[in-house]
């Protein structure tokens, strides 16, 4: 809240939308203690609320999140003498993980997909999950993808029902991504070679 502030993002009387208690955001389910609709910067501070909290954090973005939670000393000693304390552990935005996109299913209201690209830590896999209980649990579906497809989009078939593609960056040039699509996967079963290429970052 301070770096949003200091920033002038906001103002302690803007307002931001709390989800009524539950936000799903990037295939993790974020609660409240109570359902909220909008609160002004002041009150996500008076409420406690985990969900006001962290979209002011998203609105700071990653790189000065992550310097105020330096400067405010988290990840050092507190000086003081404190028996058996250690440095915390603060990576900093490149090692984060990113959560590519995400795809609500188009057959089920429950079913939805997301991509993770963890090139940044180093991670060459490929990491796709899928869900069909609304993000309570997740299912891990990489059969058949080699190490070093590092995946960007996920994507259900509009038409067929359990079909999937998966596209990532192969390269840019100065006007778009361009991206090709390997894969396909039936069902959860395995995914399947395809040779098509598409000047987009979201084929359908």
Same mark, same amino acid.
């Given at each position: 809240?301070?770096?949003? &502030?200091?920033?002038?993002?906001?103002?302690?009387?803007?307002? /931001?939308?709390?989800?009524?208690? &539950?936000?799903?955001?990037?295939?993790?389910?974020?609660? +409240?203690?109570?359902?909220?609709?909008?609160?002004?910067? *002041? +009150? =996500? $501070?008076?409420?406690?609320?985990?969900?006001?909290?962290?979209? &002011? #954090? $998203?609105?700071?973005?990653?790189?000065?999140?992550?310097?105020?939670?330096?400067?405010?000393?988290?990840?050092?000693?507190?000086?003081i003498e404190l028996p058996?304390?250690?440095?915390?552990?603060? *990576?900093?935005?490149q090692s984060w993980s990113?959560?590519?996109?995400?795809?609500?299913?188009?057959? +089920? #209201?429950?079913?939805?997909?997301?991509?993770?690209?963890?090139?940044?830590?180093? +991670?060459?896999?490929?990491?796709?999950?899928?869900?069909?209980?609304?993000?309570?649990?997740?299912?891990?579906?990489?059969?058949?993808?080699?190490?070093?497809a590092t995946i960007n989009?996920?994507?259900?078939?509009?038409?067929? *029902?359990?079909?999937? *593609? =998966?596209?990532?960056?192969?390269?840019?040039?100065?006007?778009?991504?361009? /991206?090709?699509?390997?894969?396909?996967?039936?069902?959860?079963?395995?995914?399947?070679?395809?040779?098509?290429?598409?000047?987009?970052?979201?084929?359908?």
């Open positions: 809240m301070a770096a949003a &502030l200091n920033e002038r993002k906001l103002q302690p009387d803007s307002t /931001v939308f709390c989800e009524n208690g &539950l936000w799903n955001f990037n295939g993790t389910a974020l609660h +409240d203690h109570r359902a909220f609709s909008y609160l002004s910067v *002041r +009150d =996500i $501070l008076i409420k406690s609320s985990n969900i006001g909290a962290a979209k &002011l #954090a $998203l609105n700071v973005g990653e790189q000065k999140f992550y310097e105020y939670v330096r400067r405010f000393g988290f990840g050092e000693r507190t000086g058996g304390e250690i440095n915390g552990l603060i *990576r900093p935005p990113k959560i590519s996109i995400m795809d609500a299913g188009r057959f +089920d #209201a429950k079913t939805a997909y997301a991509a993770v690209n963890t090139l940044r830590l180093d +991670d060459l896999k490929p990491h796709i999950y899928r869900t069909h209980d609304g993000g309570k649990t997740w299912t891990h579906i990489v059969n058949g993808l080699p190490d070093g989009v996920v994507r259900e078939d509009p038409k067929r *029902r359990g079909l999937s *593609r =998966i596209a990532r960056y192969v390269g840019f040039d100065t006007t778009r991504p361009k /991206v090709d699509v390997p894969s396909t996967e039936e069902r959860g079963l395995s995914w399947i070679a395809q040779h098509a290429s598409f000047d987009t970052a979201s084929p359908k």
